[in-house]
């Protein structure tokens, strides 16, 4: 009678997970990060899970995690980008010398200018693209492998980046600018409710959108109790990191600041706390617009079935070489995007800036369940996989692990993650 108890209960789990149509990929990544928040938070004396730690975790994911999503596309079409990093670095020293020197020196604009920081991220990004495009021309139209190419670029761009700058660290940066960077920028408590309310009734609605569209199709969808389930956690998960993100309250030093910011007379007519960082609502526009092109365009279409099969891409008439300048220059823009936040919370453009970032981003893109191999890939799992990275770097620091630990800690879990993928799709049939 045990045995048999014993043999329901998996195929008991499994019917309520096939019941929710849950992605058990996804639901492992999520059950991983939720153990190393749990381990670091009693290692740390219960420091980790605190509304201060879970904000500084969040603006320190957005720059790779912004890379990342556009690592997905690349790899997916089984080609590889190092040079990230050091395109990020190129960049933001672009970025840096323009608006500090090009526009207040040649063109004249005054220290401050409102239009200072919209036209400095406007040459960042349109930077990042052309390098990209021509990095993806190389790779595309000239057939040199995409390891190759971005290796190159990994050291050139590095150095163009010290070149531009003279090995100076460039700032302070415009005020303006800097409110991407995430403790500098905030919506506070007030709007970020609104956002989230929004947001929990976007999810909301999407889900039930998609429901009445399978319905109408003909499809099979999960019983109404289940959709319910789904909503719940969706919506409980939006409202609580809202929640968590108000708590932290904003220090003596800066209440002031934000008294004058938000037109207050007193301390009591005002709210003390940060709310969602800027960089965050980047980080999620981000996500919204590579998600839409991954699932709802043809440019997506093509990407993970050029990933799935180039050969057959090409013959049924996909420009595979066109679709590579198009995948580059998207990352080149990612880059500039990712710079525009590393920059702005430093306050600076170092020589150092996005020193190893290549490695995070593969890194994050790959255990958030991006195949090597090509043509699988999504971009929530390499934010999660970006925000893992972090979890971890930030969890060992906040313990005092050394960091050539750290670096191995990283290393074993990338490692780890692969062959878990394989064992998964070994297991679960997927190609």
């Known amino acids: 009678m045990s045995d048999q108890t014993a043999t329901k209960a998996p195929a008991a789990r499994r019917s309520l997970l096939k019941t929710l149509e849950v992605d058990t990929r996804l639901l492992g990544m999520i059950g991983a990060l939720l153990l190393i928040w749990v381990v670091f938070h009693l290692w740390s004396d219960l420091r980790f899970l605190t509304p201060r730690n879970i904000f500084n975790l969040s603006i320190q994911t957005v720059s790779v995690a912004i890379m990342a999503t556009g690592m997905v596309f690349v790899i997916v079409t089984r080609h590889i980008d190092l040079s990230v990093g050091a395109l990020l670095a190129t960049t ?41 495009a021509f990095q993806g021309y190389l790779v595309g139209y000239q057939m040199i492998p995409a390891f190759i190419v971005t290796l190159g670029g990994l050291l050139i761009w590095r150095n163009v980046a010290w070149y531009l700058t003279d090995g100076q660290t460039i700032g302070p940066l415009d005020q303006t600018y800097m409110l991407f960077g995430g403790i500098n920028g905030t919506l506070g408590i007030f709007w970020s409710w609104v956002v989230g309310l929004i ?129 580059f220059a998207m990352v080149g823009m990612l880059c500039a995007l990712g710079g525009i936040v590393a920059s702005a919370r430093l306050g600076y453009h170092t020589n150092d800036i996005g020193t190893l970032d290549e490695l995070r981003v593969i890194a994050a893109a790959v255990i958030g369940g991006t195949a090597l191999a090509g043509g699988i890939g999504t971009i929530y799992g390499a934010i999660i996989g970006a925000l893992i990275m972090q979890s971890l770097q930030s969890g060992m620091a906040m313990v005092g692990v050394d960091a050539p630990y750290q670096n191995i800690v990283v290393g074993l879990v990338l490692v780890l993650a692969v062959w878990i993928d394989i064992q998964y799709r070994k297991y679960s049939g997927a190609k």
């Open 199 to 327: 947001a929990a009734a976007a999810a909301a609605a999407g889900l039930l959108m998609a429901r009445r569209t399978k319905i109408g199709h003909g499809f099979a969808v999960k019983p109404i109790w289940a959709e319910m389930v789904v909503i719940g956690v969706v919506i409980a998960a939006i409202l609580g990191f809202v929640a968590v993100l108000n708590a932290y309250a904003v220090p003596d030093r800066v209440i002031a600041r934000e008294f004058e910011r938000w037109g207050c007379a007193a301390a009591e007519t005002c709210t003390a706390g940060y709310g969602i960082p800027y960089s965050v609502l980047l980080l999620i526009a981000v996500a919204i617009v590579m998600t839409v092109i991954a699932q709802r365009t043809r440019l997506g279409r093509y990407i993970f079935a050029t990933g799935g099969n180039p050969d057959a891409a090409e013959l049924s008439g996909i420009n595979t070489k066109l679709l590579t300048v198009k995948i």
């Open 92 to 132: 933001t020293a672009v970025m840096a010398i323009t608006q500090t020197q090009i526009l207040p020196q040649i063109f004249g604009l005054e220290i401050g200018h409102p239009m200072i920081p919209w036209i400095t991220i406007v040459a960042g990004i349109l930077t990042g693209a052309l390098i990209g």
